[in-house]
């Protein structure tokens, strides 16, 4: 190793071809975030309620998600649902379909300890004053929860951002994948990956401090 020829000069001029590919990585996170938001309300909202047999099956849901890897649930989802639907999703409709149901899971219980939070005396109230059980949600129970959950959600944004890269094992024209093409062609494979890894930090630092930030100033004290 002490006598690798490091080749970065050669690798930059990689650098415009692989940010071409964080249009894609952006549309693919975009679209997922805000999915995973519509399944984790959806599944926090049903768990609390505690109707059955949904309840039960969304439990499961949550628990298989976010206790398998995410490379698996995008194989999954690209290859054997084919096989078992007949029905051949494109690579990015594959992607953010793993990655939506990926993300829903983890904010569903998000949404879910946000939710409860809200005291219980509160919905009581709502309901003495005759608010449907949707009114509860919208103007009482949500703009609270609001508050708490916004945190850890961008937090998860994040981690979304960066989890877009094993989009690439499925062809997926993002940043890794145009990545990894350059270093097929140019056997510059630490260099790629390096320049590619300071574009992840060069673009999730910003949001990563947001993130803090965003804790300071909204967690309850």
């Known amino acids: 190793m002490s006598n690798y020829n490091w080749q970065f000069e050669t690798a930059i001029e990689w650098t415009p071809y692989i940010l071409g590919g ?39 849901y949550t628990e298989f998600f976010r206790t398998t890897p995410i490379l698996t649930q995008l194989i999954w989802v690209f290859f054997a649902l084919p096989l078992l ?20 899971a983890f904010l569903g219980e998000v949404f879910r300890a946000g939710i409860t939070s809200v005291p219980e005396g509160q ?13 509860m949600y919208r103007r009482i129970v949500l703009p609270q ?22 989009v690439s094992v499925v062809a997926v024209s993002e940043m890794m994948f145009r990545a990894r093409y350059a270093a097929t062609q140019t056997f510059l494979y630490i260099e790629m990956f390096t320049i590619v890894g300071v574009m992840y930090i060069l673009f999730t630092w910003p949001q990563a401090r947001l993130s803090d930030l965003l804790y300071e100033r909204l967690r309850v004290k």
């Open 123 to 135: 919905r009581d109230a709502a309901q003495a004053l005759g608010m449907e059980a949707d009114q």
């Open 22 to 60: 964080l249009k894609m990585t952006v549309l693919v996170a975009g679209v997922s975030m805000f999915m995973g938001v519509l399944i984790g309300l959806l599944v926090a909202i049903v768990r609390i309620n505690g109707k059955q047999p949904w309840s039960t099956v969304l439990a499961s």
């Open 145 to 166: 929860a609001v508050r708490i959950v916004i945190p850890p959600v961008t937090t998860y944004w994040v981690s979304l951002f960066k989890d877009t890269s094993v």
């Open 85 to 104: 639907s007949g029905f051949t999703p494109s690579s990015i409709a594959s992607a953010c379909t793993a990655l939506s149901l990926n993300m829903g």
